[in-house]
């Protein structure tokens, strides 16, 4: 088993910055990918950014390139997305998930975290 644990969220206004944290423990293997996912009031969740573990490499969705990005922390098994430049539309709660395969859908991720709530105002 492995456990997520998210933190970082919060109330910003349009143009500012946020760091979100999930920090990893339990059965956690460095061949995990690790993703942030969102879900918006009324919407799918869905995909943000995901990284894999060993080597660093990167994945975006296109509403996230340029604003946000996504790094690890090997010694604190943490990873974090930074966002900048942030919208109302960011609103949303944001998870962090990990798997054994490198996703943009949900289904591969093996765990989830509770969720961390991101509100921009405009």
């Known amino acids: 088993q492995v456990q997520l644990v998210e933190s970082g969220g919060g109330l910003v206004q349009a143009g500012g910055s946020l760091r979100l944290s999930c920090a990893a423990s339990?059965?956690?293997?460095?061949?995990?990918?690790m993703g942030w996912f969102r879900q918006a009031p009324g919407k799918e969740r869905e995909f943000v950014a995901a990284?894999?573990?060993?080597?660093?490499?990167?994945y975006y969705a296109d509403s996230a390139k340029g604003r946000f990005a996504i790094s690890r922390d090997n010694a604190k098994n943490t990873v974090y997305l930074q966002m900048n430049s942030l919208k109302p539309e960011d609103t949303a709660v944001y998870y962090c998930?990990?798997?054994?395969?490198?996703?943009?859908?949900?289904?591969?991720?093996?765990?989830w975290g509770q969720g961390t709530q991101v509100t921009v105002s405009s």
């Open positions: 990284i894999r573990w060993s080597t660093g490499f990167t």
């Open positions: 339990g059965r956690f293997f460095s061949t995990y990918f």
């Open positions: 998930a990990a798997g054994r395969v490198a996703a943009m859908t949900e289904a591969p991720y093996d765990y």
